[in-house]
T-cell receptor, first 110, second 115 residues
Framework: DAKTTQPPSMDCAEGRAANLPCNHS???????VYWYRQIHSQGPQYIIH???NNETNEMASLIITEDRKSSTLILPHATLRDTAVYYC???????????FGQGTILTVHP | EAQVTQNPRYLITVTGKKLTVTCSQN?????MSWYRQDPGLGLRQIYY???????DKGDVPEGYKVSRKEKRNFPLILESPSPNQTSLYFC??????????????FGSGTRLTVV
């Protein structure tokens, strides 16, 4: 069973920040939070991951709450090309089995 | 360019005719895996491999075989395909080194139809 809960869909205006929430209340101490996205039927694309601290890379920022029971993926300036299904996944390592839930369909509109 | 290459991209075949979907990665990754994606069911792991000659079953291995004779290649074999194996298939690879923890790299997918 997926260990995360995400809203099924979200909208965002182009140029604005997209904040995608994820609940993972049963996360264990050594599990990471990973975010991937899938555009149309392409292969999922890794975005970012984190353990405890907030993380930022060229694509996005990841904010993890202090109790680690939830996190937020932030796309600071969403573009139309960011329209995709976003998956929040918890796992022990980068190479462990990834259990994909249904994800959040993010639609960025002009 | 670092990538995972799957072939073919599209395949239509008949029930019972053996087929192989190839997967190759150029990143020297130890870990490779196959997933299938079906509407309403999401992505499910079929098989994975931690290194050469080391493979293990994922969540939905029935009807599939894999081999890992070389580090870069991880073919998926359907000995006797059936219509319920019609699906979108993805190969993925990842490093086992903590310093290379960048998640999985996925291939572009193989859309298989079994009639």
């Amino acid at each position: 069973d997926a260990k995360t809960t995400q809203p099924p869909s979200m909208d965002c205006a182009e140029g604005r920040a997209a904040n995608l929430p994820c609940n993972h209340s049963t996360i264990s101490g050594n599990e990471y939070v990973y975010w991937y996205r899938q555009i149309h039927s392409q292969g999922p694309q890794y975005i970012i991951h984190g353990l405890k601290n907030n993380e930022t890379n060229e694509m996005a920022s990841l904010i993890i709450t202090e109790d680690r029971k939830s996190s937020t993926l932030i796309l600071p300036h969403a573009t139309l090309r960011d329209t995709a299904v976003y998956y929040c996944i918890v796992g022990g390592t980068s190479y462990g089995k990834l259990t994909f839930g249904q994800g959040t369909i993010l639609t960025v509109h002009p | 360019e670092a990538q995972v290459t799957q072939n073919p991209r599209y395949l239509i075949t008949v029930t019972g005719k053996k087929l192989t979907v190839t997967c190759s990665q150029n990143m020297n990754h130890e870990y490779m895996s196959w997933y299938r994606q079906d509407p309403g069911l999401g992505l499910r792991q079929i098989y994975y491999s931690m290194n050469v000659e080391v493979t293990d079953k994922g969540d939905v291995p029935e009807g599939y075989k894999v081999s890992r004779k070389e580090k870069r290649n991880f073919p998926l074999i359907l000995e006797s395909p059936s219509p319920n194996q019609t699906s979108l298939y993805f190969c993925a690879s990842s490093s086992l080194l903590p310093e290379d923890n960048y998640g999985y790299t996925f291939g572009s997918g193989t859309r298989l139809t079994v009639v």
